[in-house]
């Protein structure tokens, strides 16, 4: 399984930046999908999950209302949509694949621990 992820930049406060990430390899209906972003100085964080199917989605506190996660299976592709951004929004966000019903997990996955795959990281710097 390869996750390739794009779509960072350069934004300013209030605006808008649109995270692609292409999953290929084995099956995707059976994962839950992640993103998590690192900033300077700090660990990695949770930042938002979907089942594939889009059914059951969950995000951190800091980006609810402001942060999209969904999924395009005819493309394979998960989108992480941010709006109204901030400062500190600004981290190298990562996308991951967690592989959880051959865990034996049904429920959305929040630690780095649990995803099996991640992709290389890409670079949002929002400026003030």
């Known amino acids: 399984v390869q996750l390739q992820a794009s779509g960072g930049g350069l934004a300013e406060v209030g605006g808008s930046l649109r995270l692609s990430c292409v999953v290929s390899?084995?099956?995707?209906?059976?994962?839950?999908m992640g993103w998590f972003r690192q900033a300077p100085g700090k660990e990695r964080e949770f930042v938002a999950a979907?089942?594939?199917?889009?059914?059951?989605?969950d995000y951190a506190d800091s980006v609810k209302g402001r942060f999209t996660i969904s999924t395009d299976d005819a493309k394979s592709t998960v989108y992480l949509q941010m709006n109204s951004l901030k400062p500190e929004d600004t981290a190298v966000y990562y996308c991951?694949?967690?592989?959880?019903?051959?865990?034996?997990?049904?429920?959305?996955?929040?630690?780095?621990?649990?995803?099996?795959?991640w992709g290389q990281g890409t670079q949002v710097t929002v400026s003030s």
């Open positions: 390899g084995r099956t995707r209906s059976t994962y839950a």
């Open positions: 991951a694949a967690d592989d959880r019903i051959a865990r034996g997990r049904y429920r959305l996955s929040y630690h780095i621990t649990e995803y099996d795959y």
């Open positions: 979907t089942s594939w199917s889009g059914g059951t989605r």
